[in-house]
């Protein structure tokens, strides 16, 4: 069984998590962040699988709903939105153990014997196969996806250390002075919250855990150093089951927690070799399949031609005598006449007005953007009307669009 915890409320993200959960933030111009997590669960042939809801759910339950409801109980196959209802005492979900804590009983009706537990809001493929395997060879009682970062950046993770064996011998949450891997100065093994349990044992350490008035009933915190500490607890590198294509040359795998990261990585999917294929027959990227007309290209006439450069467009699109350069266009988006489009994100059902002008910008679902409007040429006024990035990108919500037609 796979057990998806997308309870989280990504506040790093700001406007695009103001409405939804960090899981339900559009991905790759027609996905969800979720979509990547489940869709590797069902490549890897796994078909009973849970997601705990929590923060702001509608929009990801909804999904869920549209994009996921094809598992059939006749072929023993199964699928729950587990949203915190208190199941177990009056509280809700209080941390990533309690959230699986909380429905035992559900896990227990599906009967497996090994559960995958996976953090809901990365961007990556993975075969869980090569790490269940590891987990029963050697006898671990929980083994823990592993990847190789920056030491500058590993202060967000778990990071732990292995010996020659895979046996992890220390693990610290979100260390302040993260400690570097033994021959590598400047990286650190950060876990990538995903972990493997017998059923069995993980209902007995979750017991334990839920007894405990000093745990704070989670797993990075709580459950893995313990087991470190008091049990086997065995690493997997992610090189040993990274999903990769064609021309992918890294292992790719991605915390999308910030705007900045977010564009980037969607905006990385308009090179002509991404380090991430969506384009791989063999491992699909699951999706709720809206139903769409083909992206359109419309006038063709000298300064009114409709056209795209080296960008994704997704169906119901609509170029209407505008320009598109390096951008990924969400489904059904709108561009008027002769309005200019680089480096942008613009989310599903966005309009950009007449001659409106737009650079190294996210605009979220169902802006209106007005005519005439240019955004990304001036930092200053930028910052005074719209919220802006470290790196620069500004990102776009219609109370922002509503707030500068007031002021005029």
Same mark, same amino acid.
């Given at each position: 069984?796979?057990?998806?915890?997308?309870?989280?409320?990504?506040s790093r993200l700001l406007e695009l998590t103001d409405k939804r959960a960090k %899981?339900?933030?559009?991905?790759?111009?027609?996905?969800?962040?979720i979509d990547?997590?489940?869709?590797?669960?069902v490549n890897s042939g796994i078909r009973r699988i849970g997601v705990a809801t929590q923060y702001k759910a509608h929009s990801l339950i909804r999904h869920l709903?549209?994009?996921?409801n094809f598992f059939r109980q006749e072929r023993n196959e199964g699928f729950d939105i587990l949203p915190a209802s208190q199941r177990s005492g009056d509280d809700w979900y209080k941390g990533t153990a309690d959230?699986?804590?909380?429905? &035992?009983?559900?896990?227990?009706?599906?009967a497996p014997?090994?559960?995958? &537990?996976?953090?809901?809001?990365?961007?990556?493929?993975?075969?869980?196969? %090569?790490?269940l395997v590891q987990h029963v060879d050697q006898g671990a009682d929980v083994t823990v996806g592993c990847i190789e970062v920056p030491r500058a950046d590993a202060a967000g993770f778990g990071v732990m250390a292995a010996d020659a064996n895979d046996v992890i011998t220390s693990f610290l949450e979100k %260390?302040?002075?993260?400690?570097?891997?033994?021959g590598k100065p400047e990286r650190s093994l950060a876990s990538m919250g995903i972990y493997v349990f017998s059923v069995k044992f993980l209902i007995e350490e979750l017991k334990r855990d839920a007894a405990d008035p000093n745990s704070s009933h989670d797993f990075g915190k709580d459950i893995i150093p313990y087991l470190v500490k008091h049990g086997k607890a065995v690493a997997h590198p992610f090189t040993r089951s990274c999903r990769r294509s064609g021309y992918e040359t890294e292992d790719y795998w991605r915390d999308v927690g910030t705007v900045d990261a977010y564009y980037e990585a969607n905006i990385d999917l308009t090179l002509p070799q991404p380090a991430l294929d969506l384009y791989e027959h063999d491992w699909p990227i699951w999706t709720y399949a809206e139903i769409t007309p083909p992206a359109k290209f419309v006038h063709d006439l000298e300064g009114r031609r409709g056209q795209a450069f080296a960008s994704l467009v997704s169906g119901g699109c609509i170029i209407s005598g505008g320009t598109v350069h390096n951008s990924l266009l969400f489904s059904s988006a709108r561009l008027h006449s002769y309005c200019d489009v680089e480096s942008a994100v613009i989310l599903p059902n966005a309009s950009v007005g007449r001659g409106a002008r737009l650079t190294r910008v996210i605009v979220e679902k169902n802006v209106q953007i007005p005519p005439g409007l240019v955004v990304g040429e001036d930092p200053a006024a930028d910052k005074e009307r719209f919220r802006v990035t470290e790196k620069g990108i500004v990102l776009i919500t219609q109370p922002m669009i509503d707030r500068l037609e007031l002021r005029a």
């Open positions: 069984m796979a057990y998806v915890l997308a309870g989280g409320r990504g %899981p339900a933030v559009y991905f790759g111009g027609k996905s969800r962040i990547f997590a489940l869709s590797n669960a709903n549209n994009g996921w959230a699986v804590f909380q429905n &035992i009983d559900i896990i227990e009706g599906y014997e090994l559960i995958v &537990i996976l953090a809901g809001d990365h961007i990556y493929k993975m075969d869980y196969g %090569p790490m %260390p302040k002075d993260p400690p570097a891997m033994i």
